[in-house]
């Protein structure tokens, strides 16, 4: 009996937990019929498209479908009409950028037919028809449109160009990529793509300059001229460190180093005493009368027993250091005058460290174990040192040309 009870409060759970789920899919399903309406009634007609293309593409057959089979015909067709008066408005009126209204108008028209293809024919069951999609062909149109618009994009690039600044330039590229999207071998279009880029480019002169009463090394010099090595992406702007008689330098750069100051090699000792309780063998363990205590097996226990060690670690440290000084200057040469100065220092240390030590070597650390492997070795040069704050000196450089454009 218990059995029977049972079984059936589990039939009537499945049906409750079934008559839930029923509810949850007709209220999301009629949360997206809403969400559709108000797109439909804000003018958002694309989204309610969207949205029912979304609903249909998972089955367009079922009956929770036709609500929004009712709203994509609505909104298709109002999507149609807005678009489409919008055209004959544009043709009507004096706007420049007409041609390029149309062009995406028609070919949005053209897109949202296709969109809507592949789940044609939608059947109504609330209408008894099939819903009404007026499908027209807009190639003609499109092609027409699309001739205007490169007309249209070649004429305000060209317009840009004879502005004649950088700005201007700029824009033109900008006007002839789009047009080379949409038709890569437009006229001259490639070329004028190039010529627009190399003159809205800012060229930037880069020269170095040691004022600081040592010789700078060529290595060095070379690594600090060589800006393929920075890392700077910048679109707009190239830096140069020959003159090319064909480029017209608007902007420069002095690296003026006006101080290198290196320390005298040193080398200074210092001796630690060092001391450390180890253990150094067993012994038997012994009650107050000596004598030797068991554990409960009858075995005699052993206890560890603990020396004191001591050694003397003498730890030698070679030091050197360089002291590299300077500015970092912008110039107009467009303006003949300074634009901005950025001071530039950056400072290399040469260390090492190595250590011997008299007693017992038990005494010693991990640490102080590592010291002793190491050795004197010979100072590095002045040009050598140079050469190793180099790569700091290139960074601190990166960062100011990164934190500060020309424009």
């Known amino acids: 009996m218990q059995g029977k009870i049972t079984s059936r409060k589990r039939i009537i759970s499945m049906k409750y937990l079934g008559s839930i789920l029923i509810i949850s899919f007709l209220f999301i399903g009629c949360n997206s ?4 309406q108000k797109y439909i009634a804000k003018g958002d007609y694309d989204k309610a498209i969207d949205l029912s293309v979304k609903k249909l593409q998972k089955d367009k057959t079922s009956s929770k479908s036709d609500a929004h089979i009712l709203l994509l015909e609505d909104a298709f067709a109002k999507a149609v009409e807005e678009d489409k008066r919008e055209i004959s408005f544009q043709k009507k009126g004096n706007n420049p950028a007409e041609p390029r ?19 044609l024919p939608l059947y109504s069951n609330s209408l008894g028809r099939n819903a009404k999609f007026k499908l027209v062909d807009y190639s003609s149109k499109i092609i027409a449109a699309k001739g205007k618009y490169l007309n249209y994009l070649y004429d305000i690039g060209l317009t840009y160009m004879n502005f004649n600044t950088i700005s201007d330039y700029r824009l033109a590229y900008t006007t002839f990529c789009e047009l080379t999207d949409i038709h890569p071998n437009y006229r001259d279009s490639q070329l004028l793509l190039d010529e627009s880029h190399f003159k809205g480019t800012d060229f930037v002169f880069v020269s170095l300059n040691n004022h600081s009463g040592q010789i700078m090394p060529y290595e060095l010099e070379r690594d600090l001229l060589n800006f393929n090595t920075y890392g700077l992406d910048d679109f707009w702007t190239e830096y140069h460190t020959e003159n090319q008689s064909n480029v017209d330098y608007n902007f420069g750069i002095d690296l003026d180093f006006t101080s290198i100051a290196f320390s005298p090699e ?14 150094d063998g067993w012994e038997y363990k012994r009650d107050r009368n000596g004598d030797i205590v068991y554990d409960s097996d009858g075995n005699a226990i052993k206890i560890d027993t603990f020396i004191i060690v001591t050694a003397t670690l003498t730890e030698t440290i070679q030091s050197k250091s360089v002291l590299v000084g300077g500015d970092v200057v912008y110039r107009d040469f467009q303006s003949n005058r300074e634009m901005d100065q950025f001071p530039l220092a950056s400072e290399f240390i040469f260390e090492n460290i190595f250590a011997n030590y008299r007693g017992d070597e038990r005494a010693l650390s991990k640490e102080d174990k590592i010291l002793i492997k190491n050795k004197f070795i010979p100072f590095p040069s002045n040009p050598q040192m140079l050469i190793d704050a180099g790569e700091d000196v290139k960074q601190h450089l990166k960062e100011i040309l990164e934190e500060n454009s020309f424009r």
Request: glycine residues 6%; charged residues 35%.
């Open 33 to 36: 019929v809403k969400r559709n």
């Open 101 to 119: 209204i149309t062009y995406y108008l028609y070919t949005g028209l053209k897109g949202r037919q296709e969109h809507i293809r592949p789940l």
């Open 266 to 279: 040193r080398i200074s000792e210092k001796e630690i005493q060092l001391e450390k309780e180890i253990q």
